[in-house]
């Protein structure tokens, strides 16, 4: 078999579904893995489970050869972020620090395995890279939550920081008591407290409400699902384009051509 035919059974393997399924189905056992070492277990159990946990490993390794072997164009493997955490993740993995000063490295980056399933589903990818799109225009409405917050804060502990020092006794500690009102973790108990004090201390908190968990919450919403909508709508129309079909913009292109053409005639 020649490196060509052995290219393409390898792209056929990292291609199949019963093979993504497989790799899904490990990462999900290496998360129970991870889950069960939290608990007291005997020394038996323990060295069973230290064992999978080396064999999830080697499958994983497995795994990664087979994508880059199946990959086309191997110079363009390692410019995907999601494939050069995958392997970091697994060569890091493969290094025995268990009895050693970096035990707890080696613990967490086989937490960190459980991740792995972003890269393997498209769906939490989409999600994913919707996310860090959004962040530029996030950035700006909490910049601006921010800000409310530390005029609130700054308030609430100059008025109140007589009537309870643990809650605003210094602007970090308002900004905690703050979030704890914007979470409705109990908020009552706060406003009620210094009601018996200020007794329209109430329109301070129900504005602070109606700023931050209404409005600037429901903006974060709004921004994230307008741009996942735009990823959705990216992602249509690079596999149409790959397809060969018609795209959105060209098909509202050609449309317009219609109109036009229809407007001509008549």
């Not at 920081?161 to 409705?184: K, Q």
């Not at 108990?189 to 201390?201: C, G, H, K, N």
Request: aromatic share 14%.
């Amino acid at each position: 078999m020649d490196s060509q035919s052995l290219q393409d059974a390898f792209y056929r393997l990292r291609s199949n579904k019963a093979f993504e399924l497989f790799v899904i189905t490990i990462i999900i056992f290496s998360a129970l893995v991870i889950g069960v070492k939290t608990y007291p277990l005997p020394d038996g159990l323990l060295r069973a489970i230290t064992v999978m946990d080396w064999l999830i490993t080697f499958i994983f390794l497995v795994e990664i050869v087979v994508r880059f072997l199946g990959e086309p164009n191997k110079k363009r493997f390692f410019h995907s972020p999601w494939n050069v955490f995958d392997t970091l993740i697994v060569v890091v993995s493969l290094v025995p620090i268990e009895n050693s000063d970096m035990a707890l490295i080696g613990r967490l980056v086989r937490i960190f395995r459980v991740l792995r399933m972003v890269s393997i589903i498209p769906e939490l990818r989409m999600l994913l890279n919707s996310l860090m799109k959004a962040l530029p225009q996030l950035g700006y409405v909490m910049l601006m939550m921010f800000i409310i917050f530390y005029i609130y804060a700054a308030i609430g502990s100059t008025f109140f920081a007589p009537i309870n020092e643990d809650l605003w006794g210094d602007i970090a500690l308002s900004l905690l008591t703050l979030f704890r009102v914007m979470t409705f973790e109990d908020w009552t108990d706060v406003m009620y407290e210094t009601m018996a004090i200020y007794p329209l201390s109430w329109f301070f908190y129900l504005s602070f409400i109606f700023f931050t968990a209404f409005a600037f919450l429901n903006m974060v919403i709004g921004i994230v699902v307008n741009v996942l909508e735009e990823e959705h709508q990216r992602v249509a129309s690079e596999e149409a384009a790959a397809a060969g079909e018609p795209t959105l913009v060209e098909l509202r292109e050609e449309i317009r051509e219609l109109k036009q053409l229809i407007k001509d005639r008549y």
